[in-house]
C-alpha cells in the first residue's frame, strides 16, 4: 500500500471517528432525555419508553466498539503497522477499502 492509499483510508478513518463520537453524544444526550421523562400516562407509554432505552443501549454499545476499533486501526497506521496480519503478511487493499477496520 503505498503512501496516497493509506492517507486515503486514515481520512475515511478519521471521518468516521467524527460520526461515531457525533452519533454518541446524540444518544447519550437522548438516553438523559428518556431518564428524565416524567409525563409518563399509562404503563404502555412506560414500555414504550423501556424499548427505546434497550434500543439506544443495544445502539450506544456498537458505536462504542465501532469507536474503540477505529482508534486501534489509527494507531496500527501511526506505528507502521496498519493492514498486516499478526504474522506479518499484508491485508489486500481491495479488503482494506471496504472495511478499514478488518484484522487477520
Same mark, same amino acid.
Given at each position: 500500500?503505498?503512501q496516497? =492509499?493509506?492517507?486515503?483510508?486514515?481520512?475515511?478513518?478519521? &471521518? /468516521?471517528?467524527?460520526k461515531? =463520537?457525533?452519533?454518541?453524544?446524540m444518544l447519550?444526550? =437522548?438516553? =438523559?432525555e428518556?431518564?428524565t421523562?416524567?409525563n409518563?400516562?399509562?404503563?404502555?407509554?412506560?414500555?414504550e419508553?423501556?424499548t427505546? &432505552?434497550?434500543?439506544?443501549?443495544?445502539?450506544?454499545? /456498537?458505536l462504542?466498539e465501532?469507536?474503540?476499533? !477505529? #482508534?486501534?486501526?489509527?494507531?496500527? !497506521?501511526? /506505528?507502521g503497522?496498519?493492514?498486516?496480519?499478526?504474522d506479518?503478511?499484508e491485508?489486500?487493499l481491495e479488503?482494506? #477499502?471496504?472495511?478499514?477496520?478488518?484484522?487477520c
Amino acid at each position: 500500500m503505498n503512501q496516497n =492509499e493509506l492517507l486515503e483510508i486514515k481520512t475515511a478513518l478519521e &471521518n /468516521r471517528l467524527e460520526k461515531v =463520537e457525533s452519533d454518541i453524544n446524540m444518544l447519550c444526550n =437522548e438516553l =438523559e432525555e428518556i431518564a428524565t421523562y416524567e409525563n409518563i400516562d399509562d404503563i404502555e407509554d412506560l414500555a414504550e419508553l423501556e424499548t427505546l &432505552n434497550d434500543s439506544d443501549k443495544a445502539l450506544l454499545k /456498537r458505536l462504542m466498539e465501532e469507536k474503540k476499533q !477505529i #482508534k486501534k486501526a489509527l494507531a496500527k !497506521i501511526e /506505528r507502521g503497522e496498519y493492514g498486516k496480519c499478526s504474522d506479518g503478511s499484508e491485508i489486500p487493499l481491495e479488503i482494506l #477499502k471496504a472495511n478499514p477496520l478488518h484484522e487477520c
